[in-house]
T-cell receptor, first 114, second 112 residues
Framework: NAGVTQTPKFRVLKTGQSMTLLCAQD?????MYWYRQDPGMGLRLIHY???????AKGEVPDGYNVSRLKKQNFLLGLESAAPSQTSVYFC?????????????FGPGTRLTVL | GENVEQHPSTLSVQEGDSAVIKCTYS??????FPWYKQELGKRPQLIID?????GEKKDQRIAVTLNKTAKHFSLHITETQPEDSAVYFC???????????FGAGTTVTVRA
């Protein structure tokens, strides 16, 4: 049971380049989330999904797109990267049902945009 | 939406002393309050949580208290140790919502 995994761990992009971050979970969780973490600003929600085929905007969605074609995967895309998107990105998942609420985080992706 | 405020932003304590972090929330419908610990370069991990039908919960050296009337909850760490040095985040989840609202975090440093 790997939990929540993220690919890649590190990436350096030039301004204007595109990339996709992959999040995978093997816990059969319904809900998945993408956050960015910047120094002194805590965790800010970018997009989230409440089930396969559904996505919704979070607090800071501009410049990002997401897709959830399979229940276990949640992809975060940057179509045209900007230096302001330099951050650490965390994916998380949580389950539906009794006792729901806890989010399980992936190890993070450190992205630098030059 | 829910708004969570967390204080203090930094906290330095002597090893063996207690540490207290306080959070307030705005949505009276919130009913789940987790605390996450994030060590340097690592992912946030749940250390303790409390639901709105409980006023206090303990797990060894950590405890969380909840005051629904005042809409605030606190994390208490007793007999602090160097490995307690980390960033701690509080969060709140409104009923029938899917999104946790996080506080801005508290950097705790335990001095040897």
């Amino acid at each position: 049971n790997a939990g929540v995994t993220q690919t890649p761990k590190f990436r350096v992009l030039k301004t204007g380049q595109s990339m996709t971050l992959l999040c995978a979970q093997d816990m059969n969780h319904e809900y998945m989330y993408w956050y960015r973490q910047d120094p002194g600003m805590g965790l800010r929600l970018i997009h989230y999904s409440v089930g396969e085929g559904t996505t919704a905007k979070g607090e800071v969605p501009d410049g990002y797109n997401v897709s959830r074609l399979k229940k276990q995967n949640f992809l975060l895309g940057l179509e045209s990267a900007a230096p302001s998107q330099t951050s650490v990105y965390f994916c998380a998942s949580s389950y539906l049902g009794q006792g729901y609420g806890e989010q399980f985080f992936g190890p993070g992706t450190r992205l630098t945009v030059l | 939406g829910e708004n969570v405020e967390q204080h203090p932003s930094t906290l330095s304590v002597q090893e063996g002393d207690s540490a207290v972090i306080k959070c307030t929330y705005s949505d009276s419908a919130s009913n789940y309050f987790p605390w996450y610990k994030q060590e340097l370069g690592k992912r946030p991990q749940l250390i303790i949580d409390i639901r709105s039908n409980v006023g206090e919960k303990k797990d060894q050296r950590i405890a969380v208290t909840l005051n629904k009337t005042a809409k605030h909850f606190s994390l208490h760490i007793t007999e602090t140790q160097p490995e307690d040095s980390a960033v701690y985040f509080c969060a709140a989840l409104p009923a029938n919502d899917y999104k946790l609202s996080f506080g801005a975090g508290t950097t705790v440093t335990v001095r040897a």
